[in-house]
């Protein structure tokens, strides 16, 4: 969870304050000290400041933001990696070069070639490379402009055909190619931009059940050349399951969990937050030797980050079945139970009312809102905002009056917990649905900052509080 200082600049970010979106953009790209390292969510940020004439944010972007993230938000990042370019940022011409490749006519957008690890080894993040040069042995498919555009149609829009006449242009080139990819790391095959981009489409239509060795082949040397989806598609192939971690009963014919992961984790690294989805059923899996149910859920967690709604459900149930371990548990669950609720999930929205049941409307407040006037706020400032917020979230007068207002707020939701002072009370979570009473709620807390509100501070103790509370509300009112 952000801590403090980071839950202040997203706000901001959220806000659409331009230095709060560069410095946020900042954290994901290097890792803060409690945000993750996300380069897809740090290059949507760094955009947002960009639009608003934030220079240092186009720079980042040209010199750490990758071809292999780049290429998923064109064609607006074209113009950053333009200005970077035309300031002499290095990185950034060669990422300019890929992506004008890539939005010209053609087959396909060129495929990176990055360096897979050895056998067994860790992988570690792709790298943009620029493609190599092609040894003429392997004779790179020549298309004319005719032929091109055909397969570009027949792809939009009949894949049976395409398939049809793609294949004929594929077998020559597999009848040169190693067996398997783990044979062409050793031989050191490649094929050029059009082939790899003919090899990822069949790729992609080959069923995951499908005993259809050709189009396997076409898998597995797409996956090598570096794409992404082809890698998942190889990786949940090895391990005979789908995204879901549900196993099939067709396809390889012995789990080979050791590839799974290797190609899972090589599309994981390039953004693809199935591939980590998937990597955390494996490492549930009981048949898996190397089983490991912290390894699962920190997988589970990356791909939650980076917006796949099953994850973000699992971690905020797996994070309410803890609530008794874990004090803030309840508030990670909110957290992760709202992001998959706002992707339309049923499930999330129905524990949701479990985790923060809707706040109803405080019965002493309907009288009392009538004296949230100019000449209250001018006079008793803290008073106000305490009214204020419990009219917002249905507090009672006890936790408006109590309520410690700067530790209680934790971004997503509204922590209102005073059993230290009122022993009758409980814990309980207010979730943040609109913008109008994240807006409210930070224009209040802005207001506590500065003060100290322990019984001994400004406020005084609850007696205190709750005698100016009667003094400046009229006795009928107190009554009632």
């Known amino acids: 969870m952000a801590n403090r200082e980071e839950l202040g600049i997203i706000r901001g970010a959220r806000a659409g304050d331009a230095d709060c979106q560069l410095a946020l953009g900042k954290l994901y790209l290097f890792g803060g000290a409690s945000l993750p390292l996300n380069v897809p969510t740090a290059l949507h940020w760094l955009a947002r400041a960009a639009r608003q004439e ?109 398939l049809q006449q793609a294949r004929p242009l594929l077998r020559p080139l597999l009848a040169r190619a190693p067996a398997d990819a783990e044979a062409a790391r050793v031989a050191e095959w490649q094929a050029g931009p059009q082939m790899l981009g003919l090899l990822a489409r069949c790729a992609a239509l080959l069923p995951p059940t499908s005993a259809d060795a050709e189009l396997q082949h ?90 796949h709604c099953a994850a973000q459900l699992e971690c ?70 305490r009214l204020e917020l419990a009219a917002l979230f249905g507090l009672s007068r006890a936790e408006a009056l109590l309520l410690d207002v700067k530790a209680a707020d934790h971004g997503h939701c509204l922590v209102v917990d005073i059993r230290a002072s009122y022993g009758r009370s409980k814990r309980r979570l207010v979730l943040l649905r609109t913008a109008r009473e994240r807006q409210a709620l930070d224009r209040i807390v802005r207001l506590f900052e500065s003060i100290d509100s322990g019984p001994d501070g400004l406020e005084g103790n609850y007696r205190q509080r709750l005698y100016r509370l009667k003094t400046w509300l009229p006795d009928d009112l107190m009554a009632a």
């Open 54 to 162: 934030r220079d240092d944010a186009w720079r980042l972007i040209g010199n750490h933001i990758p071809y292999e993230i780049a290429r998923h938000a064109l064609p607006e990042v074209l113009c950053w990696y333009q200005r970077a370019s035309d300031a002499g940022i290095p990185a950034a011409a060669l990422v300019l070069a890929q992506l004008q490749q890539q939005t010209a006519p053609a087959v396909s957008a060129p495929v990176r070639h990055p360096v897979l690890p050895a056998h067994g080894a860790h992988p570690t993040m792709l790298r943009p490379t620029a493609p190599p040069a092609l040894p003429p042995a392997c004779g790179d498919l020549a298309l004319t402009a005719a032929q091109a555009a055909q397969l570009d149609h027949l792809w939009r829009h009949h894949h049976a055909a395409f």
């Open 218 to 307: 076409c898998r597995e040397l797409a996956a090598y050349g570096g794409e992404r989806n082809a890698q998942l598609a190889l990786g949940l192939w090895f391990a005979r399951m789908d995204s879901d971690g549900k196993r099939h009963s067709q396809g390889i014919a012995a789990v080979n969990f050791k590839r799974a992961i290797r190609w899972l984790t090589l599309a994981g690294e390039q953004g693809l937050a199935e591939a980590w989805f998937a990597l955390s059923r494996i490492y549930l899996k009981p048949e898996f030797s190397q089983r490991c149910v912290a390894e699962a859920q920190s997988y589970l967690e990356r791909a939650a980050d980076m917006g």
């Open 316 to 385: 905020g149930m797996y994070a309410w079945r803890n609530r008794r371990t874990d004090a803030q548990s309840d508030v990670r669950a909110a957290y992760w139970l709202q992001k998959a609720a706002a992707q339309g999930c049923p499930e999330a929205e129905a524990a949701l009312q479990r985790v923060a049941a809707a706040p109803r409307e405080a019965d002493w407040m309907t009288s009392v809102i009538t004296c949230l006037t100019r000449e209250l706020s001018e006079s008793q400032p803290l008073l106000a905002a």
